[in-house]
């Protein structure tokens, strides 16, 4: 993800991206695993990341389950900018307290380094 088109296509997209996200986005918070929000770590940082990023349902989750397919599907989706802390195993998303975990890695869409694409479960959901 160093090449010159790369270079550019970031340097186009996530200025209109920010602005995306500041118009239409949410406040959302990432937690970190092995502490509830707002602790602190061993090392003396906080183990939450604020982030502005859009959380939406998923269209793939009412389409399938409309045709009655009976998947394991996420039902929401987080839009999130590249550089949230999103590789870390066991974190999860929340909105207004909300909960949201994610049931797949975060997918870098085109291979950009642009945006993080998130499938989540629904708050609540159980899975078998």
């Given at each position: 993800?160093?090449?010159?088109?790369?270079?550019?296509?970031?340097e186009?997209?996530?200025?209109?991206?920010?602005?995306?996200?500041?118009?239409?986005?949410?406040?959302l918070?990432?937690?970190?695993?092995?502490?509830?929000?707002?602790?602190?770590?061993?090392?003396?940082?906080?183990?939450?990341?604020?982030?502005?990023?859009?959380?939406?349902?998923?269209?793939?989750?009412?389409?399938?389950?409309?045709?009655g397919?009976?998947?394991?599907?996420?039902?929401?989706?987080?839009?999130?900018?590249?550089?949230?802390?999103?590789?870390?195993?066991?974190?999860?998303?929340?909105?207004?307290?909300?909960?949201?975990?994610?049931?797949?890695?975060?997918?870098?869409?085109?291979?950009?380094?642009?945006?993080?694409?998130?499938?989540?479960?629904?708050?609540?959901?159980?899975?078998?």
């Amino acid at each position: 993800m160093t090449g010159t088109v790369t270079l550019e296509i970031q340097e186009l997209t996530r200025p209109e991206l920010e602005e995306i996200f500041e118009d239409l986005g949410h406040d959302l918070v990432i937690v970190q695993p092995a502490a509830p929000a707002n602790q602190w770590g061993e090392s003396g940082s906080s183990n939450t990341t604020d982030v502005r990023g859009i959380l939406m349902p998923a269209s793939e989750y009412t389409q399938r389950s409309a045709a009655g397919a009976g998947l394991p599907i996420p039902s929401y989706e987080a839009y999130l900018p590249f550089d949230a802390p999103v590789n870390t195993p066991g974190w999860h998303l929340t909105h207004e307290g909300t909960p949201y975990h994610p049931t797949a890695d975060a997918r870098d869409e085109g291979g950009q380094g642009v945006v993080w694409i998130v499938p989540l479960r629904a708050p609540g959901q159980v899975t078998s």
